[in-house]
């Protein structure tokens, strides 16, 4: 009989948008949000808010993805809020995007593993620098699961993608 874990994350995965890219590249067992990079839910100082969704669907525990671009710097800065409205659950929670090109290639990766704590909320940001021009992003997938404290995998993941992308 499968564990609670393992109907979870089943149930996740029926649910998650179609990600060629971010599938291939190895991400296991991530629930995908994919979007056109222009479809804001909202914005804020420059940001585009392209997701809010559960990273639990059991639970109130809630993420926001979003991002803004700076074509001077060639940079990307993703912000992440993460709101844990369980008193009693906290939860390692790691966060992908994959941001592509027309052409559906891959041009600029971003993770992070944070920690989500009972009854508490938290907004972080962080930058990318791409090596090919920001303009180009048209897509954005962006992949979240619930991840062990280390989750190697997942970061020996993101850091050869990093590599193969020439990303600082």
């Not at 291939?24 to 808010?49: F, M, T």
């Not at 897509?139 to 062990?148: M, R, S």
């Amino acid at each position: 009989m499968p564990t609670l874990k393992q109907l979870s994350i089943a149930l996740g995965l029926l649910t998650s948008d179609h990600a060629a890219v971010p599938d291939e590249d190895g991400w296991k067992n991530y629930v995908w949000r994919v979007h056109a990079a222009q479809e804001c839910l909202s914005v804020e100082n420059g940001y585009c808010k392209l997701v809010e969704d559960k990273w639990d669907w059991k639970r109130p525990q809630y993420y926001s993805f979003a991002f803004r671009t700076d074509p001077k710097t060639n940079s990307v800065t993703s912000r992440i809020t993460l709101r844990n409205e369980d008193p009693d659950d906290d939860d390692q929670v790691c966060v992908v995007a994959g941001f592509l090109n027309a052409a559906g290639e891959e041009v600029g990766i971003f993770f992070v593993n944070w920690r989500a704590l009972p009854g508490r909320s938290y907004t972080r940001e962080a930058p990318i620098w791409l090596t090919t021009d920001v303009r180009d992003i048209v897509t954005v997938a962006v992949g979240t699961k619930q991840c062990d404290v280390k989750a190697m995998a997942d970061a020996e993941n993101f850091y050869r993608i990093r590599l193969e992308l020439k990303q600082r």
